[in-house]
């Protein structure tokens, strides 16, 4: 039974400090997604790729946050400086059409 | 821009009734509408899907109905379990980028 799978399930981090969530996509899969998911703000996306090109990353604040996939098995969400209000959940989906299957998510907690 | 409003945010129900949950989308490009259900501390998981040149879905208890030309759809679920119980989310897709609806948190009660 193929997952997504993310690193770590949680983090719990200060201020200011760097932090990089990784995901590795179904086999198979062409598109990946980065979403942050809060209580205030639901799901957000955040960013995608196809073919390990970003395609939108119009969700995303630009200053402290990349999102990069250096090869077909591992995408990856760097915050940098994070910061309070980066405490969230974050998932990572992929898909191969239209259907999007969902990682179990990092936890982030920052101090 | 685009978005997708979700009705109603909370709805509880008694064990074996009904439960129905609306949605409408703001981008007439958008032609693929799935359903989410997360349980607590769980990931988003696919419940049921449509397409924009369907009407009505069906899959056991669960069924979804889309209006395109009001850009409405609606999840409904019969003979509700308290198994049901979590946080719906329905969400538009126009092309690869998916809009997710706010959520509606279902309580089911025994």
């Known amino acids: 039974d193929a997952r997504v799978t993310q690193t770590p399930r949680d983090k719990v981090t200060e201020m200011g400090q760097e932090v990089t969530m990784r995901c590795q996509p179904i086999?198979?899969?062409?598109?990946v997604f980065w979403y942050r998911q809060t209580m205030m703000q639901g799901l957000e996306l955040l960013a995608y790729f196809r073919n390990r090109a970003p395609l939108d990353d119009s969700g995303m604040p630009k200053d402290r946050f990349s999102a990069e996939m250096p090869d077909a098995t591992l995408a990856t969400l760097k915050i940098q400086p994070s910061e309070p209000r980066d405490s969230a959940v974050y998932f990572c989906?992929?898909?191969?059409?239209?259907?999007?299957?969902f990682g179990p998510g990092t936890r982030l907690t920052v101090l | 821009g685009e978005n997708v409003e979700q009705h109603p945010s909370t709805l509880s129900v008694q064990e074996g009734d009904s439960a129905v949950i609306k949605c409408t989308y703001s981008?007439?490009?958008?032609?693929?509408f799935p359903w989410y259900k997360q349980e607590l501390g769980k990931r988003p998981q696919l419940i049921i899907d449509i397409r924009s040149n369907v009407g009505e879905k069906k899959d056991q208890r669960i069924a979804v109905t889309l209006n395109k030309t009001a850009k409405h759809f609606s999840l409904h679920i019969t003979e509700t379990q308290p198994e049901d119980s979590a946080v719906y989310f329905c969400a538009a897709t126009s092309y690869d980028k998916v809009i997710f609806g706010p959520g509606t948190s279902l309580s089911v009660i025994p």
């Open positions: 086999l198979g899969h062409n598109t």
């Open positions: 981008d007439s490009a958008s032609n693929y």
């Open positions: 989906a992929s898909a191969s059409s239209v259907e999007q299957f």
